[in-house]
């Protein structure tokens, strides 16, 4: 062991010379003791130092766990609304309506002449729903809602999945929709999909009532995003969650029209107006991200 290492390792203890004779105290004479004596002191002084940067460390990683842990359960702060809400733009894409929330234009709504567009085969393998689902980790006798529903494509996989004893609140705005849905849950056996006619404000679904609300390719056609966001959250149970499946709007290669897509920035500050708590955005699917939020405590 070198001696500047045997120091180190006594510097808390008397000094003593290397041969291990003598009275504790630093000898005067000896040449190669005064350099011993010399380095002590040094590392003496840094050792005083020693316990404070410790203790700075310990700080800092506490004060990182703190943060971490205090943003999910931090009082949710509510961003106040823009005042107006919208706002009308003449120069706007074609996609959309020249209406903008928060920057972001909204685009048409999809009509039902496009259901048969809904269940077209390759879908399975563009947006895999069958690993959304099993992603969703939904629960037998939860209440789920698919809000814009459409010709539920994705209806009937939760329905399996919550079971005769849960419930499928499949909504739409669209009476033809409906229709069509209630035709393919039929051709299902499926008696727990219940369709439910919203309007362009408000889905109509019970006050907490839902353990998890999901929009599948649907919110950036909401025509009043924000209203029709604060009614879905008054639906949900207390904790219960509320899942945004938005192409990925930060991905150009995505072949999406640009409104039909969202980024994950976007979504998290229209959020921000709702007393909602971002909780994770899973990457599990090829095109698309999964958004997740949960219903804060009151
Ligand atoms: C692109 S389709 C997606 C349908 C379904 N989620 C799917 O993935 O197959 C969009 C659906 O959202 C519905 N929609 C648009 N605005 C809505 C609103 N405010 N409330 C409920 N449904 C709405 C449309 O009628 C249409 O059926």
Do not use: C
Not at 52 to 62: E, N, R, S, T
């Amino acid at each position: 062991m070198s001696i500047r290492w045997k120091t180190f390792l006594s510097m808390n203890r008397p000094l003593v010379p290397l041969d291990g004779k003598g009275d504790g105290k630093p000898p005067q004479t000896d040449a190669r003791m005064k350099v011993i004596s010399r380095t002590h002191g040094r590392i003496r002084r840094v050792g005083l130092f020693i316990p404070q940067i410790f203790a700075g460390w310990l700080l800092l990683a506490l004060s990182y766990a703190t943060a971490a842990d205090a943003s999910p359960k931090s009082p949710q702060v509510v961003v106040a609304p823009p005042v107006p809400l919208y706002e009308s733009r003449a120069n706007h894409s074609s996609d959309g309506l020249g209406k903008f929330f928060l920057d972001r234009e909204i685009a048409h709504f999809m009509t039902h002449h496009g259901a048969s567009w809904l269940e077209r085969p390759e879908r399975e393998e563009e947006e895999q729903p069958t690993r959304l689902v099993e992603a969703l980790a939904l629960k037998v006798g939860e209440v789920a809602a698919d809000i814009g529903a459409g010709s539920g494509y994705l209806s009937w996989r939760m329905a399996k999945k919550v079971g005769p004893t849960g419930r499928v609140y499949a909504n739409d705005i669209q009476p033809e929709m409906l229709q069509i849905l209630r035709t393919n849950m039929l051709a299902r056996g499926l008696t727990n999909v219940i369709p439910v006619l919203g309007d362009i404000t408000d889905p109509r679904l019970p006050t907490n009532a839902v353990d998890l609300a999901i929009m599948v390719d649907v919110y950036h056609e909401f025509d009043h995003p924000f209203e029709m966001i604060r009614e879905i959250v008054r639906s949900l149970k207390p904790g219960g969650r509320l899942v945004f499946v938005e192409y990925r709007g930060e991905e150009k290669w995505i072949p999406i029209k640009a409104l039909h897509k969202m980024t994950e920035a976007q979504v998290r500050k229209e959020m921000a107006l709702h007393p909602l708590e971002w909780v994770e955005t899973l990457r599990v699917l090829p095109r698309q991200h999964v958004i997740v939020f949960r219903r804060a405590p009151p």
